[in-house]
């Protein structure tokens, strides 16, 4: 079928370009007519690999996609898309006559925006359509901030938020010697004065110390005597904020356990550093920022630390455990974070040990935790960990590819077992080859 060329009745240079990959020329007619009557630039296609060669020639503002293809399916075209940098922030809903949960789910963990069962109305695609543009126009800032830039010099960076000029001039000659002072909300601390309030730009992590003149009430933090001592109480503030996201020197030696434990692991030696990468490679793909990406790293390394307490012969047995031996290997969650317990700067990293197996429908163990109780970085391992143990040969069953791990992933998320995001991510790592 031709496509709408920009120029014709309804459509403006300007206007909003939209590929259709449906195989159905009667329904493609139907959809094209519909979108150019909305003032939009319409290029079809009757199959998947057209499709794919159309988002590459055209560059559209949005992928309308049929499941069912003659050559393909439409998740493997929408994984496709989403694994080219190029294509990857292209938003795509899916147009399918198949509405079972499993089907929407599975569609959605490929990365697609939306979904959308047929028969439909107009009223309701074109509302749709609107919100998931308005949503690729205005995008929402990341969850998390950026990693903080170091100053020319080199010293910490304070940021003022005291209104009071008086107060901001005493503040300034104190800690001037001290801290490189700037306007920059990435910056080491805020001092904020008495009755202001912390600017709205602050990154998330970035430790503030309230600056008052009177005595500071017992359950007050962070309020301190605007006097002689100020610099030094900023100073250990900021850099206890700095050594609280620098996990990596603290978890060294834990890190060499781990390593050493894992290189005796029943299923196969080197997993945790695999599923460490894999894990760092995926929240990449969502985004996160390098800090949270050291934590995810050094959580999923020392995941498996409590196994160092369990017998050494369960470790090393081939073949199947038995009811009580797999109840004892249950428990190295538990036991991994009491190990990491007395470590104070590995706190959070807590999380991922002890709950790597939970799952968002309570079915995990040990503690049967649901969707609202798991972080985003223990749901990053837990996939990790799943997806890397599937590719290796057991006692029980044979590794499987990429591909099919991937799918058994997501007929996991299809049971509401895994999060949808995250193992769209990882379909969207592997599809790219571990580029990222």
Do not use: W
């Not at 399916?73 to 294509?87: A, F, W």
């Not at 309020?223 to 996201?245: K, M, N, P, S």
């Amino acid at each position: 079928m031709a496509a709408l060329a920009a120029g014709e009745p309804g459509v403006t240079a300007e206007a909003t370009k939209v590929v259709v990959v449906e195989d159905d020329p009667a329904s493609a007619d139907v959809l094209r007519r519909r979108l150019q009557a909305n003032g939009m630039h319409v290029d079809v296609a009757g199959d998947g690999v057209g499709g794919l060669r159309l988002v590459q020639e055209v560059r559209p503002d949005l992928v309308l996609l049929d499941v069912m293809l003659p050559d393909t399916d439409g998740y493997d075209v929408c994984l496709r898309i989403k694994s080219d940098p190029e294509t990857a922030d292209i938003p795509v809903i899916f147009l399918s006559a198949r509405g079972e949960v499993v089907d929407k789910v599975r569609g959605l963990s490929c990365g697609a925006a939306d979904y959308v069962t047929k028969p439909f109305q107009a009223a309701e695609l074109l509302a749709r359509i609107d919100a998931v543009l308005g949503q690729a126009r205005n995008p929402r800032a990341p969850r998390l901030a950026r990693p903080l830039e170091r100053s020319a010099s080199g010293r910490l960076v304070a940021r003022l938020a005291i209104a009071d000029q008086a107060l901001r001039e005493h503040v300034v000659a104190l800690v001037a010697p001290r801290f490189d002072l700037a306007t920059d909300p990435r910056a080491d601390i805020v001092l904020v004065g008495e009755r202001d309030e912390m600017p709205d730009d602050t990154p998330e992590g970035v430790p503030s110390l309230r600056i008052t003149a009177r005595t500071p009430r017992a359950d007050e933090a962070h309020v301190v005597t605007a006097d002689g001592h100020l610099a030094r109480i900023a100073e250990l503030v900021a850099r206890e904020q700095r050594l609280d996201h620098d996990l990596q020197a603290a978890a060294e030696a834990l890190i060499v356990l781990a390593s050493a434990i894992a290189s005796h692991d029943r299923p196969s030696p080197g997993h945790s550093e695999r599923v460490a990468s894999r894990a760092v490679q995926m929240a990449r793909v969502l985004g996160l920022d390098e800090s949270t990406r050291m934590t995810i790293r050094l959580g999923a390394l020392l995941k498996d630390v409590g196994n160092a307490r369990l017998p050494a012969g369960l470790l090393t047995k081939h073949g199947e455990l038995t009811s009580d031996e797999r109840a004892q290997l249950e428990r190295h969650p538990v036991l991994g974070e009491e190990v990491l317990a007395g470590f104070h700067r590995l706190h959070g990293l807590l999380p991922i040990v002890r709950h790597h197996h939970e799952r968002l429908d309570g079915t995990g163990y040990p503690d049967h935790l649901k969707a609202e109780q798991i972080p985003l970085e223990v749901r990053i391992v837990t996939v990790a960990d799943r997806f890397e143990a599937l590719l290796v040969d057991r006692a029980d069953r044979s590794g499987v590819s990429e591909a099919e791990a991937v799918r058994i992933l997501q007929a996991a998320v299809g049971r509401g077992e895994l999060d949808a995001a995250v193992v769209a991510a990882l379909a969207t790592q592997v599809r790219s080859g571990g580029a990222t």
